[in-house]
C-alpha cells in the first residue's frame, strides 16, 4: 500500500525561524520521488521541492530543504528563515515509479507569527 | 507562459443536476490528471491520462463521474446526478517527461451542491 502521513494538524513558527514540517512515507516500490507542495489560503497549489529515491543529497531550493532519511521512510521539509507569507498549508506528496499518480498526506497548517 | 487553467473557478449547483468542468494543461504536457479536495484533508487521485488515453481510474469516480481528454489537449470531468458529497474543491494538474517531474496544477473548480 502507499500512504504518506503528516502528523502535524498545525504548526506555529516565530518570523525569522526556523521549522520542520514532518512526513514519513510508505511504499512497495523502490523507486518513487518524494514532493512538497504549499497551498495558501487562495487554493493553488504550488511545487516547492523535489527528492529521488535514489538521490544522495537532500535537495534544496532556496529557503526550503528536505531532510531525507530513507532507511526511516521520512521526508521532512525545512523552512529557513520563515516569513509572514510562508502562512500556508503544506503537503506531502509522493509519486511510486510504478504508479500514475501522487499520493498526498492530510497536510500542516503553518502559521507564521510575526 | 501560461500555467493549468480550470473553468469554471466556482459553480453551484442543485442536487440531481450535472455539472461539466474544464481543465487546460500546460500545453507541451501529456500528462493530465484530476484530483478531489474536502475541507482539510490532501487532494485525493480520481483519474490520469497520458495524451488522450484515460490509463487509470479511482475507486472514488463512482459511474456518475467521467473524464475525457478527446485531443489529448483540454480535459473535462463530467458528474452526473450531482449529490451533496459531491461538494469539493476539483483540482487539474499536468506534467510532462518522467515520473519525477513534479506535477503543475491549476486554480481548481469549487463545487458547491445544495
Known amino acids: 500500500a502507499q500512504k504518506i502521513t503528516q502528523t502535524q494538524p498545525g504548526m506555529f513558527v516565530q518570523e525569522k525561524e526556523a521549522v520542520t514540517l514532518d512526513c514519513t512515507y510508505d511504499?512497495?516500490?523502490?523507486?518513487?520521488?518524494l514532493f512538497w507542495y504549499k497551498q495558501p489560503s487562495s487554493g493553488e497549489m504550488i511545487f516547492l521541492i523535489y527528492q529521488g529515491s535514489y538521490d544522495q543529497q537532500n535537495a534544496t531550493e532556496g529557503r526550503y530543504s528536505l531532510n531525507f532519511q530513507k532507511a526511516r521512510k521520512s521526508a521532512n521539509l525545512v523552512i529557513s528563515a520563515s516569513q509572514l507569507g510562508d502562512s500556508a498549508m503544506y503537503f506531502c506528496?509522493?509519486?511510486?515509479?510504478?504508479?500514475?499518480?501522487?499520493?498526498f498526506g492530510s497536510g500542516t497548517k503553518l502559521n507564521v507569527k510575526p | 507562459d501560461t500555467g493549468v487553467s480550470q473553468d469554471p473557478r466556482h459553480k453551484i449547483t442543485k442536487r440531481g443536476q450535472n455539472v461539466t468542468f474544464r481543465c487546460d494543461p500546460i500545453s507541451e504536457h501529456n500528462r493530465l490528471y484530476w484530483y478531489r479536495q474536502t475541507l482539510g484533508q490532501g487532494p485525493e487521485f480520481l483519474t490520469y491520462f497520458q495524451n488522450e488515453a484515460q490509463l487509470e481510474k479511482s475507486r472514488l469516480l463512482s459511474d456518475r463521474f467521467s473524464a475525457e481528454r478527446p485531443k489529448g489537449s483540454f480535459s473535462t470531468l463530467e458528474i452526473q446526478r450531482t449529490e451533496q458529497g459531491d461538494s469539493a474543491m476539483y483540482l487539474c494538474?499536468?506534467?510532462?517527461?518522467?515520473?519525477?517531474?513534479?506535477?503543475?496544477f491549476g486554480p481548481g473548480t469549487r463545487l458547491t451542491v445544495l
Open positions: 506528496a509522493m509519486r511510486p515509479y510504478n504508479f500514475n499518480k501522487f499520493y
Open positions: 494538474a499536468s506534467s510532462s517527461g518522467t515520473a519525477y517531474n513534479e506535477q503543475f
Open positions: 511504499t512497495s516500490d523502490p523507486s518513487y520521488g
